[in-house]
C-alpha cells in the first residue's frame, strides 16, 4: 500500500467523525432532523474499517526494518539498558500522517500530526468499533427526543475527539484531545440540560476533570523543561537521555509520573477524583455506554500504558498508582453493592474496573521484567471490559427505554420474560463482567490477578504486592456478587413493571437489538479469541516501552482461583434476591451503619462537598467583602487624602463677599505694617 | 501601508465630527448607520492593513530580505516595520547643534497591526450591539464610540512617547462620557472613580516619562522621544540599576492601574457593571489592554535589568494573586457582568505572567492572551447585553434555564465560555498555555499557582452557565408598555452579525494559531533577545562534569546524553 493511501486512511478515521459533526450540526436542525444518525452511522463505519485496515493492514506491512521510521530509536533502546535484560528489542512499527504546525515558539514546536501504533490501532477499533454499535442503539433509543440532531453531532465529535487522542503524537496534541473529549462529556452528559442534575452532573464532570488536567498539564510542563521536547518519539524514543535523567535527578522522574497520573485519576475517575462519573449517569444511556465503557474513561489507562517508559523509571509512583487502583477498586464495589439504580450499579462497578487496571498497570514495580506483562494485562481488561460495558449499559438503556424511563430496580423485577432479547444479551454482559470462565472479562481479570501474584514475589515490595492480591481477590468477589445481584433484582423474580411502562412493555427494537447482539457475542468470544491465542498481547506489545514476552502458558492455579470467585460470587447473589429475597433486607437492618456507608456511597460526595467545595466558596464569599471593604476601602481612604487636605483651603472660598472684604482688610493692613516696619 | 493606517485613524476620527456636527439633525437611525459605515470601514481598512503588512513586511522576512523600511538598528527591541515620521519641532544649542527633536512618528510591527484590528472589530460589533439599546443621544454615543476607537488605534500605532501618552489619555474622555451618561443607575460614580483611578495612575506614568526623557536628553539622545531609538540607546548604554527601577515603578503605576493588577482593580468591577454594552465591550476588548501593551512597549524593553529584578517577582506574584483572587471573586458573584469583570482580572493576570517570563514562549502567550482576552471576554460582554436587552437584568438569581427560550445565545454563550476558560482548539488556550509555560521556565512556583486559577475558571464560569442557561426555564415577568406580554426572541440578525466574527475567529485561532504567532513573531524575538532568550534548560545533568551548562540548545543535549552514553 502506498504511503499516501496510508497517510489517507490514518486520516479519514477522525475526519470522518468531524465531518459527521459539522454536517449533522450545520444540517441537522433543518434538513436532517431524524435522520440525522445517518452522517454519524457512515462516518463511524468509515472510521471502523479504516481502523481495521491500519490494525490488519498498514501496521504488519511496516514493520518490516526498511521502513521503520523509528529505526534510530530502536537501535537506541537495544543499546540502552534494556528493560528486559536478555530480550532483543522487537521492531516497533509504526506510521506516521502528516498534518499542519499547530505552533512554532521559542524551543516549543508543536505539530498536528497522527500517529499510530498498534497500541493506538486496537484503541482505535475498539473506540469506533463500539462507538459504531451506540449510536446505531442511539438512533433508537432516542427516537423523538427533540433534541435528536445534537446527540448525533456530540456523538461524532466525541468520537472524533478520542480518536485524535489516541492518534496523538505529542504530549501537547495529547492535551488538546484530552480537554475536548472533555468538552463532549460536557456536552453529553448535560444533554437533558433541563434536568438540573443533568446540568449539574455536566458541570461536575468537567471541572472534576479539570483537577486532574491541573496535573497534566504540570506534568507537560515539566517534561518539557526535562526533555527540551514534548513529542513522544523524542521523550521516549531517546532511551540515553531518559536513562540519564532517571540516573541523575530520579525525583523529577517521579514529579512528572505524579503529575501525568494526576491528569489520569481525573479522567478514570480514580479516588478522590471518580466523584463525577456515578453523577455523569444523568446523561442518556447510550452516553454512559459511550463515555463510560470504550472511550473517556479509558484514556487515563491509555495516557499511564503510553507512558510506560517514564513510569518505569519511577516505581514509587507505580506503587501509588497500584494503591490508588486498589482504593478505588475496593470502594467502588463496595458502594456497588447496596445500589438501586441499575445504572449507577453499572457506573460504580465502570470504576471498580478502571481500579482493577490501575492495579495492573502498577504492578510494573516489582520488577523491569514485570512491566510488559503489567501494562498487557491493563490494556486487556480495558480492551475486553470496553465490550462488556458497553453492552450492560446499553442492555440497562434497553431496560430503561421499555420500563418509560424508570431505573430503580425495586420498582421492576421478572423482566425476563418480557423482555428477552435485553435478558439474554444482559446476561451475557453480566458473566463476562463476574468473570464466568471462558468469558472476555475472565481472561483479562485472570490476566491481572495473575500479574498481581507475580508481582508478590518482588522481594522489595512483596508485601505490599499481597495486600493488593488480597484486595483485588476480594473485589473480584465482589464483582461478581453485585453484578448478579442487579441482574436477579431485574430479571427475576415475580414480574412487575412501574406504571410508566404501561402494561406491556416493549423490547428492543431491531435497531436496538442489533447492536446489543453484536456485542453479546464479543462480550462472550473477544476474550476468548484474542486472550490465550496471545494475539492480543503479541499486537500490543510491539509498542515502545515494552519488550515481547513469550507466551508463558496459561495461570492454571490463578484460573482456578478466579473461577471458583465467580462462581461463589454469582452463587450468593442467586441465594440471596433469588432463594431467600428476604435476607438482604434484615443483613441491612443487622449492620445498619455499615449499609448506610455503602449506601451513602462513603459520603464522598460529602466529603468533597465539605473539604473541598464549601471552604472555597466560602473563599470565594471572603474575598469579594474583603475587595469591597479592604482594597476599595483603602482607595476610598486616598481618595479622600485630597478632600481632607482641602478642608482648611475650602474655609477660604466660601463665596461670602464679607469673608473676602475681612481677609482683603487684614491682609492690607498686615501689608502695610510689614512694609512700614521693613522702613 | 501608512496611508492605509492614516485612513484607518481618519475614517473613525471624520465619522465622529460628522456625527457631532450634525447631532441636531441626525436621528437615531441616521447616527447608527453612519456610526456603522465609520466602523465598517474602518474595520476594512484595518484588514486592509493586515494583509499588506503580511505581504509587504512578513513574505520577505521569511525569506531572509530584510524590510526596506527600517530605521532602527537590527538589534533594537522595538523595530517598526512600517514608519511615518515628520519632524515638529527642533531645540538646538548655540553653535547651531541639534540637541533635541520632537517628531510625530506613527510606525507598525505585527502587534500593533495585530491590536489595531481588533480594535477595529470589536468596534463594529459594540455599534451593532447598541442599535436598538441606544435611543437617547444616540449621534453623541457614537461619536464618543468612534472618538474612543481613534484614540486605541493611535495608541497602537505610535512609536513617539509624547504621541503615546497624549493618545494614551485621550482613550480615557469618551469612555468617561460614555459611562457617565448613557450607564447604568450608579453611572457617575462609577465613571468618576474610573477616570479618577486611572487617570492618577497614568500622571504618575507621566512624571516618569518626563524624568526618562529629560535624563536622556541630557545624557545626549537627541531624539529622547522616540521610542525604537529611546530603546536602542538604552539598550546601549544600560542605566544603573536603582534608576532602572525607579523609573519602571513610576512608569508602572498608569499601566498597573489600567491592566488592571491586583490591587488596583477594584474600579474595574465598578466601570463594567455600569458601562452600557458596547463600553463594557471596548472597555475589557481593548482598553485594558493599553495597560500591558505599555508594559510591553515601554517597560520591557527599557529597564530589562528592573524587569527582572522587580517586574518577574512582583508583578508576577501581583499576577499570580490577581488569577486566583479575581476568579474567587468571580465564583461568588450574583451579577453575570460583575462575574465577566472579575474574570478580566484573572485573565489579564495571565496575560501579565506571560510578558514578565521574560522569555519567548511568555512574551508571545502574553501578546496572543491580550488579542484572545479581547475576544471572548468581548462576546461575553455582548451576549450578556443580549440577556440584560431582553430580560432588563443580569442577576444569576432572576434567570435560569434560558437554553429553553434562546438556543442561538445559549450555544453561543456555551462556546465562547469554553474559549474563555481556555479549551484546547479554541483561542484562550495556546496564549494560556504558552504564558504558563514560559513562566513555568522562569518561575515554576508562580506558574503551578497560576495554573490552579485555571480549573477555577472553568468552575465559575461553567457554574455561571448552568445558572443561567440550563435547568428549569425562570425569567422575570416582562410587560411591555400597553400590558402585553413581552415577547422575547433568539439572537436574531444583527446580533448574530456583531457575535459570529468574534465566535469565528475563536475557532480559527484556536486550530490555527500559527496564523497570528508569525504576525507577532519577529517582533516579539526582537523583544526576548534582549533577555537572552535561552531554551529550556534541560536538568540532564552530566554524571561527570556536574551541571550541563545553562542555555544549551536542545539537540545539543541529546548529543550529549549521547555521549554520556558513548563515555559509559
New interface residues.
Partial sequence: MSETTQQLILWLIPVAPLLSALITALAGPGALRYKSHLPCWTALAVSFVCSLILLFQILPSVSQPRTVASETTTSESA??VAIAPGVTAAVRPQVIAVG?????????NVRMDLRADSMTAIMLCMVTGVSLLVSMFGSGYMHHDPGYPRFFAAVSLFVFSMCMLVLAGSF?ML???W??VG?CS??LI?FW????A???A??KA??VN??G??GL??GI?LI??????LSFE?VFG?T??LN??A???PG?IQLICLCLFLGAMGKSAQFPLQVWLPDAMEGPTPVSALIHAATMVTAGVYLVARCTPLFVLAPGVQLFICATGAITAAIAALTALTQTDLKRVLAYSTVSQLGFMFMALGCGAAGPELVTAAVTAGMFHLFTHAYFKALLFLAAGSVMHAMGDVIDMRRFSGLKKALPITHWTFLAGAAALAGVPLLSGFWSKDDILAVIGEATHSAQYGTFFRVIQIVASITALLTAFYTFRAYFMTFWGEEKFPEEAGHHPHDASPVMAWPLGILAVCAVGIGLLTGPTHLFAGTLQRIQGLTAVETHGLHWGVMAVSSGIAIVGIGAAWFLYVLSPGIPASLAAGMKPLYLISNGKFFLDEIFQWIVVFP??K???L??LF?RFV??G??DAV?MVPRALSVLPRQLHGGLVESYAGVMWVSVVAAVVVVLSLF | MIALLFLSLAVPFASAVLLMLFRGSLNQTSSRLLALSGSVATLFLSLLLLAQYKTVVLKPLETGNRPAVSSASEASAIRPRAEFRHEWLKITDSSGKVTARLEMYFGLDGISVALIALTTLLTVSSVLISWEAISDRASEFYAALLILETGLIGVFCSMDLVMFYVFFELTLIPLFFLIAIWGGPDRRKAAVRFF??TLAGSLITLSGLVALVAWVARAGLTSPTSLPALADWLAANPLPQALQISFFLALSAGFLVKVPVF?F???LPLAHVEAPTAGSVLLAGVLLKLGTYGFLRLCLPMFPDACRVVGLPMIGLLSVIGIL?GS??A???RDIKKLVAYSSVAHLGFCMLGLFAL???GI??GVLQMVNHGLSTGALFLIVGMIYERYHTRMLDDIG?L??RLPLIACSM?FIS?SSIG???LNG??GE??S??GM??SS?VY??LA??G??LG??YL??A??LA?????REPHQDDSHGHPHVITDLNAREFTALAPLAALCLWLGV???SL?ELI?PDVAAL?ALYQ?A?????????VSGLVPAAV??PQ??SL??R??VAD
Fill in positions: 543499546e540502552s499542519y504546525e499547530w505552533f512554532q515558539v521559542g524551543t516549543l501537547l492535551f488538546v484531545f480537554e475536548a468538552l460536557y456536552l448535560g440540560f433541563q434536568k438540573p443533568a446540568a449539574a455536566a458541570k468537567f471541572v479539570r483537577i488536567d491541573f498539564i504540570i510542563f518539557w523543561q526535562t526533555f527540551g521536547s523524542e531517546g540515553a537521555l540519564a535523567v540516573e541523575t535527578d523529577r472555597l466558596r473563599l470565594a464569599a474575598a469579594v475587595d482594597i476599595d483603602i482607595v481618595g | 479618577l483611578y490591587p482593580h477594584t474600579w483572587y474567587f471573586c465564583l461568588s458573584q522569555n519567548t514562549e508571545t502567550g434555564g437554553a429553553k456555551v469554553m479549551l484546547p482548539g488556550f495556546v498555555f504558552l504558563l509555560a513555568f521556565r515554576p506558574a503551578v495554573t490552579a485555571v480549573v472553568a468552575w461553567l457554574t452557565v448552568q442557561f440550563f435547568g428549569t426555564l490555527f494559531p500559527a504567532i513573531e526576548s532568550d531554551p529550556p534548560v534541560p536538568v540532564a545533568v552530566n554524571p540548545p536542545v543535549v541529546l546524553s549521547q554520556i552514553i
